[in-house]
T-cell receptor
Framework: GQNIDQPTEMTATEGAIVQINCTYQTSGFNGLFWYQQHAGEAPTFLSYNVLDGLEEKGRFSSFLSRSKGYSYLLLKELQMKDSASYLCAVRDANYQLIWGAGTKLIIKP | GAVVSQHPSRVICKSGTSVKIECRSLDFQATTMFWYRQFPKQSLMLMATSNEGSKATYEQGVEKDKFLINHASLTLSTLTVTSAHPEDSSFYIC??????????????FGAGTRLSVL
């Protein structure tokens, strides 16, 4: 079967750095996405990785290792507004998006 | 760019009534739109893929007669929850891809519709 694993919940301090991991087992791979979802709202796109390596976009970076079936989202200089759920999604061989359950990130002052 | 509008944002209805949710791509033409359902503290569950001018493709376990999808134009898809019951209460979200952006399949989401069936 297809599976995406990410931690259920993480807590970090304002101003710090946090890394949210995502491991996947899918039938084929055609890209990995990270989305941010605030409570009661729709997801918003953060990043897309299809090749190995690090993609940096401001305070957010995303890393991919296809051989390990692994990705992480790195958030720097955390702000209170970063409190949200972070969803990892993988596009499989059929170009279907497989979604992880999301990681709830709690930022404390 | 790539804005998706979803309406209404919240619906409260009586059991047995039907509810229509609209999803519009405002600044691009979306040949394909997606309908998701999300229960509290759970991830997105794809219900169906809506294709302009053709029948929607439903995921396993989703009743197509219960959740009617119409994608009559390149900018509008609708989801109708027929004869809604309390167990249909959920957060429904649509998304669309913009084929012209070359964004490798990034989906842009509407704001979601919270349906509460009494």
């Amino acid at each position: 079967g297809q599976n995406i694993d990410q931690p259920t919940e993480m807590t970090a301090t304002e101003g710090a750095i946090v890394q949210i991991n995502c491991t996947y087992q899918t039938s084929g791979f055609n890209g990995l996405f990270w989305y941010q979802q605030h409570a009661g709202e729709a997801p918003t796109f953060l990043s897309y990785n299809v090749l190995d390596g690090l993609e940096e976009k401001g305070r957010f970076s995303s890393f991919l290792s296809r051989s390990k079936g692994y990705s992480y989202l790195l958030l720097k200089e955390l702000q209170m507004k970063d409190s949200a759920s972070y969803l990892c999604a993988v596009r499989d061989a059929n170009y279907q998006l497989i979604w992880g359950a999301g990681t709830k990130l709690i930022i404390k002052p | 760019g790539a804005v998706v509008s979803q309406h209404p944002s919240r619906v409260i209805c009586k059991s047995g009534t039907s509810v229509k949710i609209e999803c519009r791509s405002l600044d691009f033409q979306a040949t394909t739109m997606f309908w998701y359902r999300q229960f509290p503290k759970q991830s997105l569950m794809l219900m169906a893929t809506s294709n302009e001018g053709s029948k929607a493709t439903y995921e396993q376990g989703v009743e197509k007669d219960k959740f009617l999808i119409n994608h009559a134009s390149l900018t509008l898809s609708t989801l109708t929850v027929t004869s809604a019951h309390p167990e249909d209460s959920s957060f429904y979200i649509c998304s669309a891809r913009d084929p012209q952006r070359g964004d490798s399949g990034i989906q842009y989401f509407g704001a979601g519709t919270r349906l509460s069936v009494l």
